[in-house]
């Protein structure tokens, strides 16, 4: 690189405008690609949530809408400093840059560990499709209300029924064994969010290093930043999306959120 007029500009740009205006290109026909690929996902849940409205409904209200209250505030919280680092770099104020960046992926770190937390918990409550498993919690149910000769559901469709029964959720007209398609595309949608998720965080930590070793010193590469924090704003959007498909297509209350904090946090 070379020094060409207010800023650093690479070989192969006649100037720096011409170089930030390509760099915030290429991000845009990126997410503009990330779109197409998650448009797909969403259209095919829409689909089958119409076709089978009770058991997508179902499924939603066997989820820890807890955790996903909580993880939603830190995304959006994540946006926030993610934006305040912009304007770190703008200024050329280094220091406020990489406090920015260690509080978005701090951020961005605690949203994983809570899913992963979900995730442990749908594990052992037995709520994979295809599962071949019997959760304790239908083992005690299955115990405590045998009657003989009852006929024997699915393994996924006993651990579920314990789930929406603790939840109070009425099962009356809904075919549970359905309810396995929902949990695939719960599984799939935030699984490839998760994804995302982690290389963000990647690479907000390959940027912290960056200004740690002085890359930000220039205060005209802050286009860096701002790119970034365009692949990270999609990805909060992302799950602005599935936070109302998954979490709230079925009912909720504001109980059942501290009851699932408590389930998160406590020894269940």
């Known amino acids: 690189m070379?020094?060409?007029?207010?800023?650093?500009?690479?070989h192969h740009f006649d100037n720096l405008r011409q170089q930030q205006s390509t760099v915030r290109l290429g991000m845009w026909l990126f997410l503009v690609t990330e779109v197409l690929f998650f448009g797909g996902v969403f259209c095919a849940y829409t689909g089958y949530r119409v076709w089978f409205?009770?058991?997508?409904?179902?499924?939603?209200?066997?989820?820890?809408?807890?955790i996903a209250t909580v993880n939603t505030f830190l995304l959006l919280a994540s946006s926030l400093t993610i934006t305040l680092g912009i304007r770190a770099a703008h200024a050329g104020d280094v220091r406020g840059l990489k406090a920015y960046l260690m509080l978005t992926i701090i951020l961005g770190t605690a949203f994983l560990?809570?899913?992963?937390?979900?995730?442990?918990?749908?594990?052992?409550?037995?709520?994979?499709p295809g599962t071949t498993t019997l959760s304790a919690g239908a083992k005690a149910h299955e115990a405590a209300h045998s009657h003989g000769d009852a006929p024997q559901e699915v393994v996924f469709v006993r651990n579920l029924k314990v789930v929406l029964h603790e939840q109070g959720y009425?099962?009356?007209?809904?075919?549970l064994?359905?309810?396995?398609?929902?949990?695939m595309f719960y599984y799939i949608m935030t699984g490839l969010h998760v994804i995302h998720m982690i290389v963000g965080v990647g690479l907000l930590v390959w940027q912290y290093i960056l200004a740690m070793r002085g890359f930000f010193d220039h205060?005209?590469?802050?286009?860096?930043?701002?790119?970034?924090?365009?692949?990270?704003?999609?990805v909060d959007m992302v799950w602005i999306f599935l936070m109302p498909l998954l979490y709230l297509a079925g009912p909720h209350t504001f109980a059942q959120v501290g009851e699932g904090?408590?389930?998160?946090?406590?020894?269940?």
């Open 170 to 175: 009425k099962t009356d007209g809904v075919d």
């Open 113 to 128: 560990a809570l899913k992963g937390r979900e995730y442990q918990l749908d594990f052992h409550e037995g709520l994979l």
């Open 261 to 268: 904090l408590k389930v998160a946090f406590g020894s269940h």
């Open 177 to 183: 064994s359905r309810v396995q398609l929902f949990f």
């Open 2 to 10: 070379s020094a060409s007029g207010t800023g650093v500009v690479a």
């Open 219 to 234: 205060s005209e590469r802050y286009v860096y930043v701002e790119v970034m924090s365009l692949y990270w704003h999609f």
């Open 53 to 66: 409205p009770k058991e997508f409904e179902a499924g939603s209200a066997a989820l820890n809408v807890g």
